[in-house]
Structure formats: C-alpha cells, structure tokens
C-alpha cells in the first residue's frame, strides 16, 4: 500500500504574558512523576509568590521581542498583550507565523494562509493562557498533583493543569525556586516541551527569557531568547487588526482534469511557465516540491527541517516560491517546502510535488473521482447541496467526526494523498478494543520517511453524518511514531472510501459537502 501523508510540525504556540516560547517544532517524552502525595495548595501559594512580587499589578499590558534559531535558520519574535488582545509574530528563515488572540477566540495564520482555531489548538491556546498568566496558581480545582520526579538533574514538581475548555498539559515546577521549568503537552505523535530558563524579574513579574522548544528529536529544537520586555505600556489598537488569509487570483470557478497513476490522483500546476503533476494532497499541512524540481526552478532552499510520515525524517528545506499556478488561478508569495521525495519514501513516489494545505486554505475545492475532475474557485465560490460536515483546519489538515460502527464518534483526516480505503491509528484501535478484528496478514505501507508496518481487516460501518458506508477495507497502522501514530485522531479517510461521493472541500469557511457520486456503493453487499 502506498500513500503519502507529510506533516510539518511548524506551528506556533501563543506565547503569553511570561513570554511562554513559541513551538516552530515539537515533542520530547515527560518524565515520569512518581513520587509522594504533594500538599497541591502549597504548591500552588509557592508557585504564585515565585512568578509575582505580593501587591504587584497583573502584566496585562506587556511588549516583548528577541530571536528564534533553530532546525538550520535564524529568526525573529515580537508579542504585544494588551488586556484580552494579544499578537505574536514569528519568523525562522522565510517562514512567518502570527497568532492573534481576541478574547475567547484565537487566529492562526501562516505563511498566508490564515484561519480560526476550533479544536484542539483553540483547546491548548486556553491552557497556555491559564498557564501563562499565573491564573493556575489560584484554581486548585484546575490542577492535579503528579507526584515529585526529577528533570535534567533537578528536582521538580509535577502538575497537570486544565483551563476551563482547555487541553491537558503538565507543568513541572523547580522544587527550589518554584518556578516553571518546563510544560509538556501531547502532540500528534509524542510530546512536546517547553524548557524555560534564565528568569528575570520585571514589574515585580518573573518573566523567562530563554526558552526551548523540543519534540524529542534534539537536532530540530528551536531556542527563543528574549532581548527585550516592556510592561504597562498601551498597545496601538492595529497592531490586533484581524488577520486575512491568501485567496486564489482568479475571475471565477473552472474545472481541470485529473491524472491517476497507481490509485493516486494528481493536478496539473504551471511554475515560471514549467508544467508540472503534482499529487493532489489535503493530508499535507504544505505545498511539497521535489528537490529535482525545485533545483531546476532555481529555489534558494534553507533550513534542516523535520517531516513526518510514515516515520519521522529530516531533509525537510523551505524555499519562497513567487507563484505556484493551477488552471487560470493563482497563488503568490508561497513559502514551499522541498525534498527528495524519491528517497524519502524508499523509491514508492517519484513525483514532481504535492498540492497540499496553502492550496485548500485559499480556495474551495471539488474532486468529482469517477468524473476526473476537479473544480475549484475562491472560498465560498462553489455551491453544494449534500451532506455538509463541520471541518476542523486547526492543524492544516481537513479534520471531521464521523462515528464509527454506530456508536463511537471519532475525528478522522480526509487524505486525498491516500490511495487506501481507510486506515485506523494505533492509539484509538488501542483505546477501542473490538472495533476491529485482528488480523495476521502484516503489510507494509510506504510514505514519506519509508515503510511502516500495518495488517488488514475490515470496519463493520462508518458514517458520513446519516450516509452509512459499509465493510470498508481497513489498514490498521503499527506505528508508534510518524503521522500514523497520530493521538488525535482516530485514522484518515482515503481515496478508496472518497471515490463514492463528490467532494467538496471548503476550508476557509470549516465546511464539508459530500454528494453521492456516479460510482456510489455503500458496501452493503460485500462479504
């Protein structure tokens, strides 16, 4: 089985009142907290007088900026808070990342590409808030004691903390100074870290100035450093102006036709007057150009990145790319990421790229497979009348529940860079017992990183909101790492399964139409 999933762990985290770091990458395994039962009040009155003088104002207005190196590049941050509204912006080499916090809500835009957070990410902007602000400290009912343990040769304290609405995260507290040490949150396929250090005072407010960004794999980590933090100065009001997303440059709706080759279906793509095929790819977070391409195109390509797919790989490089053309729309100013897709993938794609995220981000598509063709415009351009599904874009990927076998509702990605029916992850078959039967028959997938393991069996049902697919050939994935091994979601939908309906994929605006296609079967009559 062949499928190409690439995630790029990129995004940022908000970085909050004590200038909590960003997260341009991500996950090292926490220690493990065993320890004895920790008086969790006292832990807490100790964390609230180590992060603030008694009697000091709240730092809710606070300007702080300084520098981001890491995974091959140099960059900058800048962060203004101002009561509820709150900016970061991030730059590593050409990539440019911004958060933008008004009250209760939460945008996220990157490399142009711009959106409202919903899910999980919304759900972990809350905890960092909660976190960040010091708020924890004084909402014991919030807060759980982990036990006692040991961190990099330090003794710590182990809590994991829950705003209202909120992820999960631990916190790890310095046993002598009780300041925050590091903050550890689940993160696709591990954990991510936040190392803090070099605390200084401002305000009568601990403010860490160096922090550490880490999924495990030290060779990718990003350093942010603070050089400088104003407080109690008022925000220019613009500063916080909502941030708008790329849209395709074109007139109006067209349609081109679709190319399959080994189950894949790819899209024609015109670059400084080259055409080219590129896989058409919803499950990956970036536009990919193999680095044959993007050495003819001339690319200046940097960075030392890391993808993940069917394992965790380097290789990963970033180029600006000035315009990328599909049909008569057009999309600009592009930060791309290249790699040897050839070797990545143990020779399974040698292909020309991968049509991902920035595309899906700027315009509303429609993937009519028995038809091959595919139809798209500007956002909200394509009218539907089937079944619409609420979309989750939080990731960069087109997230939805569906429920499976009539009874559990699970979040699933739709890949159209999968060419399987389905695949289940380990973590929620795991979780689910039963949901499949087991079975001997091992496989070997390929995708990007090389082969993962799998074995094949057969989902009883999955629903489509109230359109029932029956016995749907299923992958269960092995992997304990990679994009298979995802915590989040329960597998991703493919190809095999997509090909009964004519897809509509409006992602800009969260939604999902699916209208039974031409070669519609829901399954009911297979053995």
Request: hydrophobic residues 40%; proline residues 5%; glycine residues 10%.
């Given at each position: 089985?062949?499928?190409?999933?690439?995630?790029?762990?990129?995004?940022?985290?908000?970085?909050?009142?004590?200038?909590?770091?960003?997260?341009?990458?991500?996950?090292?395994?926490?220690?493990?907290?065993?320890?004895p039962?920790?008086?969790?009040?006292?832990?807490?009155?100790?964390?609230?007088?180590?992060?603030?003088?008694?009697?000091?104002?709240?730092?809710?207005?606070?300007?702080?900026?300084?520098?981001?190196?890491?995974?091959?590049?140099?960059?900058?941050f800048?962060?203004?808070?101002?009561?509820?509204?709150?900016?970061?912006?991030?730059?590593?080499?050409?990539?440019?990342?911004?958060?933008?916090?008004?009250?209760?809500?939460?945008?996220?835009?990157?490399?142009?590409?711009?959106?409202?957070?919903?899910?999980?990410?919304?759900?972990?902007?809350?905890?960092?808030?909660?976190?960040?602000?010091g708020?924890?400290?004084?909402a014991?009912?919030?807060?759980?004691?982990?036990?006692?343990?040991?961190?990099?040769?330090?003794?710590?304290?182990?809590?994991?903390?829950?705003a209202?609405?909120?992820?999960?995260?631990?916190?790890?507290?310095?046993?002598?100074?009780?300041?925050p040490?590091?903050?550890?949150?689940?993160?696709?396929?591990?954990?991510?870290?936040?190392?803090?250090?070099?605390?200084?005072?401002?305000?009568?407010h601990?403010?860490?100035?160096r922090a550490?960004v880490?999924?495990?794999?030290?060779?990718?980590?990003?350093?942010?450093?603070?050089?400088?933090?104003?407080?109690?100065?008022?925000?220019?009001?613009?500063?916080?102006?909502?941030?708008a997303?790329?849209?395709?440059?074109?007139?109006?709706?067209?349609?081109?036709?679709?190319?399959?080759?080994?189950?894949?279906?790819?899209?024609?793509?015109?670059?400084?007057?080259?055409?080219?095929?590129?896989?058409?790819?919803?499950?990956?977070?970036?536009?990919?150009?193999?680095?044959?391409?993007?050495?003819?195109?001339?690319?200046?390509?940097?960075?030392?990145?890391?993808?993940?797919?069917?394992?965790?790989?380097?290789?990963?490089?970033?180029?600006?790319?000035?315009?990328?053309?599909?049909?008569?729309?057009?999309?600009?100013?592009?930060?791309?990421?290249?790699?040897?897709l050839?070797?990545?993938?143990?020779?399974?794609?040698?292909?020309?790229?991968?049509?991902?995220?920035?595309?899906?981000?700027?315009?509303?598509?429609?993937?009519?497979?028995?038809?091959?063709?595919?139809?798209?415009?500007p956002?909200?351009?394509?009218?539907?009348?089937?079944e619409?599904?609420?979309?989750?874009?939080?990731?960069?990927?087109?997230?939805?529940?569906?429920?499976?076998?009539?009874?559990?509702?699970?979040r699933?990605?739709?890949?159209?860079?999968?060419?399987?029916?389905?695949?289940?992850?380990?973590?929620?078959?795991?979780?689910?017992?039963g949901?499949?039967?087991y079975?001997?028959?091992?496989?070997?997938s390929?995708?990007?990183?090389?082969?993962?393991?799998?074995?094949?069996?057969?989902?009883?049902?999955?629903?489509f909101?109230?359109?029932?697919?029956?016995?749907?050939?299923?992958?269960?994935?092995?992997?304990?790492?990679?994009?298979?091994?995802?915590?989040?979601?329960?597998g991703?939908?493919?190809?095999?399964?997509?090909?009964?309906?004519?897809?509509?994929?409006?992602?800009?605006?969260?939604?999902?139409?699916?209208?039974?296609?031409?070669?519609?079967?829901?399954?009911?009559?297979?053995?």
């Amino acid at each position: 089985m062949e499928m190409l999933t690439i995630r790029h762990r990129m995004s940022a985290a908000v970085i909050l009142s004590f200038t909590l770091a960003a997260a341009f990458a991500p996950a090292a395994a926490a220690p493990r907290a065993a320890a004895p039962p920790l008086d969790l009040r006292a832990v807490l009155q100790n964390a609230a007088r180590a992060l603030a003088d008694p009697g000091s104002p709240r730092a809710d207005q606070l300007e702080a900026s300084g520098t981001l190196s890491g995974a091959g590049m140099s960059g900058t941050f800048h962060t203004w808070l101002d009561g509820e509204r709150e900016r970061d912006d991030q730059s590593l080499g050409p990539r440019a990342e911004t958060t933008l916090r008004l009250g209760p809500r939460v945008w996220f835009a990157s490399d142009g590409a711009a959106r409202e957070l919903t899910g999980i990410l919304l759900r972990r902007a809350r905890t960092q808030r909660f976190i960040d602000s010091g708020d924890f400290a004084a909402a014991p009912e919030r807060c759980a004691a982990r036990g006692r343990t040991v961190l990099e040769g330090r003794p710590v304290y182990a809590l994991d903390v829950t705003a209202e609405g909120g992820e999960t995260e631990t916190l790890y507290l310095d046993a002598r100074t009780w300041l925050p040490a590091r903050v550890a949150y689940d993160d696709d396929d591990g954990r991510t870290t936040i190392d803090l250090s070099d605390w200084r005072t401002a305000g009568g407010h601990r403010f860490p100035f160096r922090a550490v960004v880490s999924d495990g794999d030290r060779a990718f980590d990003v350093v942010q450093r603070t050089a400088s933090l104003t407080l109690g100065r008022p925000v220019d009001a613009a500063v916080f102006a909502p941030l708008a997303g790329r849209r395709i440059e074109m007139g109006a709706p067209e349609s081109v036709r679709l190319s399959y080759v080994d189950g894949h279906v790819y899209a024609p793509v015109t670059i400084a007057g080259r055409k080219f095929n590129f896989l058409l790819d919803s499950g990956s977070e970036n536009i990919v150009i193999d680095r044959r391409v993007a050495k003819t195109l001339g690319l200046v390509q940097q960075g030392a990145l890391e993808a993940s797919g069917a394992a965790r790989t380097g290789g990963l490089q970033v180029a600006r790319l000035p315009e990328l053309d599909v049909g008569g729309g057009k999309l600009r100013d592009l930060v791309v990421t290249t790699l040897d897709l050839g070797s990545s993938t143990e020779g399974a794609f040698r292909i020309d790229g991968i049509l991902g995220y920035p595309f899906f981000a700027a315009a509303a598509v429609r993937i009519d497979q028995p038809g091959g063709s595919m139809t798209f415009g500007p956002p909200g351009s394509l009218t539907s009348s089937g079944e619409r599904l609420a979309l989750e874009t939080d990731r960069a990927l087109p997230e939805t529940r569906l429920r499976v076998n009539g009874s559990v509702e699970a979040r699933f990605i739709l890949d159209t860079g999968n060419a399987a029916e389905l695949l289940l992850y380990r973590p929620f078959v795991e979780a689910h017992p039963g949901v499949v039967a087991y079975s001997a028959t091992n496989r070997r997938s390929y995708g990007i990183g090389g082969a993962t393991s799998s074995y094949r069996t057969v989902l009883d049902e999955l629903d489509f909101g109230s359109i029932q697919i029956y016995h749907s050939e299923t992958d269960v994935m092995l992997a304990t790492r990679g994009a298979f091994a995802d915590r989040f979601d329960a597998g991703n939908v493919g190809l095999g399964l997509l090909k009964n309906f004519v897809v509509t994929l409006d992602e800009a605006q969260n939604a999902l139409y699916l209208e039974r296609s031409a070669a519609f079967d829901d399954g009911s009559n297979r053995d």
